[in-house]
């Protein structure tokens, strides 16, 4: 699931990193958050020789929070990952999390990430307690981060996932409120020591350095919801 918003210059990209995982009968959704580049016209020409992908555009913008779970909602496959538009998987992703999945009983596996350019490997505290996890999440002094495409999900874990979470329209630390209903309704976890994803730390993120009340308020909404 890759929400775009924008994204025309790393899109291609992101979306030839989840075809190219070999063995595997792949769905990518790509929820476009109101882009107003060429992201749309690029996601549609690879459309045209790929079946795997699949456009859910929104007429608003509504932020990446809001495109995962219409994405959730939309997704068919036994397991699902989110990715960042500007991000990219590894060629052995799917094949690593498959041999860890022990035939579908793990309902969320964690993994590591290669940040680029610099190429440094990034993996979290392995916290196997969801409350524990929660409160980490929390923290507000040895904070575990909460990012949301670092993890492979099963379809049940998000089935129940989908019927605990509510609308947030988060703009920023969107990955929180997400995070810690996935930590909450998680019955099953493993970690894998490896990286999966390479993590762009080029754009700079969604950080906002001049922003009104109104903007920032928005950007709280999902520790409001947690």
């Not at 989840?18 to 459309?47: K, N, P, R, W």
């Not at 932020?63 to 989110?82: Q, W």
């Not at 990286?195 to 920032?216: C, D, M, Q």
Request: charged share 25%; glycine share 6%; hydrophobic share 40%.
């Amino acid at each position: 699931i890759i929400p775009v918003h924008n994204a025309e210059l790393s899109i291609k990209a992101c979306i030839e990193s989840c075809l190219h995982q070999s063995g595997f009968e792949v769905e990518i959704l790509c929820i476009d958050d109101a882009s107003t580049d060429g992201s749309v016209g690029l996601i549609g020409s690879l459309m045209q020789n790929h079946r795997e992908i699949r456009l859910i555009r929104h007429t608003e913008n509504l932020g990446p929070c809001e495109s995962r779970i219409d994405g959730m909602r939309l997704a068919r496959k036994d397991y699902i990952l989110f990715l960042d538009a500007d991000d990219a998987l590894e060629k052995d992703a799917f094949t690593t999390i498959a041999a860890h999945s022990s035939n579908g009983s793990i309902e969320l596996l964690k993994f590591g990430y290669t940040e680029t350019p610099s190429g440094r490997k990034v993996f979290s505290k392995k916290i196997e307690n969801p409350s524990d996890r929660i409160r980490a999440y929390l923290s507000s002094s040895d904070r575990l981060s909460p990012e949301v495409w670092t993890k492979a999900y099963s379809k049940e874990l998000v089935a129940r996932v989908l019927q605990a979470i509510e609308p947030c329209r988060a703009y920023l630390a969107e990955d929180v409120y997400i995070s810690v209903v996935f930590a909450h309704q998680c019955r099953s976890g493993a970690f894998i020591d490896k990286a999966l994803v390479r993590y762009s730390t080029a754009s700079g993120g969604t950080a906002i350095k001049n922003a009104s009340e109104s903007v920032l308020e928005r950007c709280l909404f999902s520790y409001k919801h947690v």
